[in-house]
């Protein structure tokens, strides 16, 4: 049976940046509260859509895998903030890069969704009936942010990471996941109004919701415990876990799931100070700049941990290959912005106001 091996990798972050310092004029918060409730800094905030952050990534992933987008099978786009309902952004996307041979489809697990939709792809690939995939995770979460409420506000933010995932005969790749749901907590992390429930209104308004104490909670348990059982499952030690790579929502749930799991901090990749929780996107955007600061070595063992709206968690052991570097990289960039991250901002603010 074929091994899934991730040979490409590469992101997309929006120019437009919002710091915590502009959130103090949009929200009643603190750049001290969000950094030592949070650890987020700033945030990026999208002028383009999902689809455009996740073509561009999957350009980038493309070009670092030496391949072209004729030749992926599989195009998965892990969202739960696509352009449209219909159709997916995964066709959006596939249209975007030129994907002509690719089944394409979006994935929401919230969070987890890069995970799962690393799992989907492993299996397809697995089963010899896809060759060669392309797994995005995409978000352009600010559209349902609401700034009268400062303990959703300040957290997410938009982007896109991506992977080609390829079968190969070679050893190592993803050696396991684990995918789990309790749909039971589902009200804990939600948006309203952002489906068909109810009645058509012209007054629907869709925002994020949450109970953030719960979802914490939830969180540290459910990405450690993952995390231990795909361990077990790929028969490897917690010693011989070189990166963790955790789903970027919250320096303290990340700190705790390291202590949970008596993994030291020098192993765990950060990046959320930068970007925020960008949900499905944080994982291979964490991935790729893991890359590109040298933090991944040939023959690491990876363990990517995510959790989620739903609430859903996932995790994956991972043996990277030999090589770390792109065999070629790309030119794609978004068009050019012409506001800032708070300019980006006004719509929402006409919508819902200002918290201060
Ligand atoms: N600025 C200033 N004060 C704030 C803010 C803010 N932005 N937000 C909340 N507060 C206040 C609260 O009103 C509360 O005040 P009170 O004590 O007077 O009532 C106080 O700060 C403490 O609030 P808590 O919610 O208890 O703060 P906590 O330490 O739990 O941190 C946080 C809140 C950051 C949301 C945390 O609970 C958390 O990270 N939870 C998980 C969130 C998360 O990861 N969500 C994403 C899930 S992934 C996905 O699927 C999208």
């Known amino acids: 049976m074929p091994a899934s091996l991730i040979t490409g990798w590469g992101k997309c972050l929006p120019p437009a940046v919002l710091s915590n310092a502009d959130l103090e004029g949009l929200t009643d918060t603190s750049d001290e ?11 990026r905030i999208s002028h383009v859509e999902t689809s455009d952050l996740a073509a561009v990534a999957a350009r980038h992933a493309l070009a670092a895998a030496g391949r072209g987008a004729e030749e992926i099978d599989l195009l998965l786009v892990a ?24 089944a394409a489809m979006d994935l929401n697990a919230a969070c987890s969704g890069f995970l799962y ?27 349902f942010l609401d700034f009268t409420d400062r303990a959703t506000s300040v957290l997410f933010g938009d982007g896109a990471g991506a992977v080609v995932v390829e079968a190969s005969e070679e050893a190592g790749g993803l050696l396991a996941f ?35 104490p719960a979802v914490f909670r939830r969180a ?29 929502a919250n320096l303290r749930i990340i700190e705790a799931t390291a202590r949970r799991l008596g993994l030291d901090g020098s192993k765990v990749m950060l990046n959320l100070a930068d970007y925020g929780n960008t949900s499905a996107a944080s994982i ?21 941990a995510a959790f989620g709206g739903g609430l859903t968690w996932a995790a994956a052991a991972y043996r990277w290959g030999a090589r770390v570097t792109p065999l070629a ?5 978004l068009a050019p912005v012409g506001r800032s991250g708070r300019e980006l901002l006004e719509p929402n603010v006409l919508l819902y106001g200002k918290g201060v």
Do not use: N
């Open 178 to 212: 684990e995918l789990g749901a309790d749909g039971t907590a589902a009200e804990i992390l939600c948006i309203p109004g952002s489906g068909t429930e109810g009645e058509p209104s012209r007054e629907r308004r869709s925002r994020v919701q949450m109970e953030g």
């Open 329 to 333: 990289a790309s030119a794609a960039s």
């Open 284 to 304: 291979p955007i964490a991935l790729a700049e893991a890359l590109e600061q040298g933090k991944v070595r040939p023959g690491a063992l990876v363990v990517f």
């Open 117 to 143: 939709g690393l799992a989907v792809a492993d299996q397809m690939i697995r089963a010899g009936s896809v060759r060669r995939a392309l797994v995005i995770g995409a978000e352009k979460l600010h559209f």
């Open 33 to 43: 509260w969000i950094t030592t409730r949070s650890g987020i800094k700033e945030r």
């Open 79 to 102: 969202t739960c903030t696509p352009d449209r309902l219909v159709p997916a952004a995964a066709a959006l996307v596939q249209q975007k890069i030129g994907a002509a041979r690719a």
């Open 220 to 248: 540290v348990e459910a990405m450690g415990d993952a995390s231990l059982r795909v361990l077990e499952k790929a028969g490897v030690s917690l010693e011989e876990v070189d990166l963790l790579i955790p789903h970027q």
